[in-house]
């Protein structure tokens, strides 16, 4: 058996032991008033994070009946903006022309969470800057310590890291694990997936 194949499982199931509970509570009751006020949740990330906040929109949107969007959804808007004011205002910029708002919600998924010091992800930096000051709150997905989102979010799931070399794959798969059981939980969830509706309609 490849060694490989038992560190990356092991490490998982020690992630599972692990992650802070009470930061994913935190979370949900935080997306349960962006429900009962009718918000919206921002979902931002980049590279592999970014395909995940198209996942996190169409399950917010059709199972948590959450307005839901992520401005990686539209590369032909994305690329004009990173074309036209460059690549670190381009959340910004979009959370700007979305009129975000105090009844709204930033969702930042990352691996480090932002460095201001390295000039790591500083368009997320400069997202989370800009909810803050217009009164919405942040959470976030991300691993490592956090970087600029656990410093910066009301509520903040750390992802344990647990090799150096393995960091980015958890931290991304995670992120689903985690906005997984976010969506499905029973004070969030409005409607049940497929399989599972057809399996109580079976019974």
């Given at each position: ?48 994070s ?9 399950d ?14 539209n590369?032909a ?5 990173i ?46 800057d ?74």
């Open positions: 058996m490849n060694k490989y194949i038992d560190k990356y499982l092991d490490e998982a199931q020690r992630i599972t032991k692990e992650i802070d509970r009470e930061s994913i509570e935190k979370t949900i009751k935080r997306i349960l008033v962006v429900k009962q006020k009718k918000g919206r949740i921002f979902f931002l990330g980049v590279g592999g970014a395909a995940n906040c198209s996942h996190a929109v169409n917010f949107r059709k199972i948590a009946e959450i307005e839901s969007y992520t401005p990686m959804d590369i808007e994305m690329s004009a903006r074309n036209d004011d460059g690549w670190e205002t381009i959340f910004k910029s979009w959370l700007e022309g979305s009129k975000i708002n105090k009844d709204d919600l930033v969702f930042v998924l990352s691996v480090g969470g932002g460095n201001k010091k390295n000039g790591i992800s500083v368009n997320l930096i400069s997202a989370i800009y909810a803050k000051k217009v009164g919405c709150d942040v959470v976030g997905i991300v691993g490592r310590d956090g970087g600029y989102t656990a410093q910066n979010s009301h509520a903040c799931v750390i992802i344990p890291t647990q090799s150096n070399e393995t960091i980015t794959p958890h931290v991304e798969a995670w992120q689903a694990v985690v906005w997984h059981l976010i969506v499905t939980d029973p004070r969030v969830q409005s409607h049940s997936n497929k399989w599972e509706s057809i399996i109580k309609k079976d019974k």
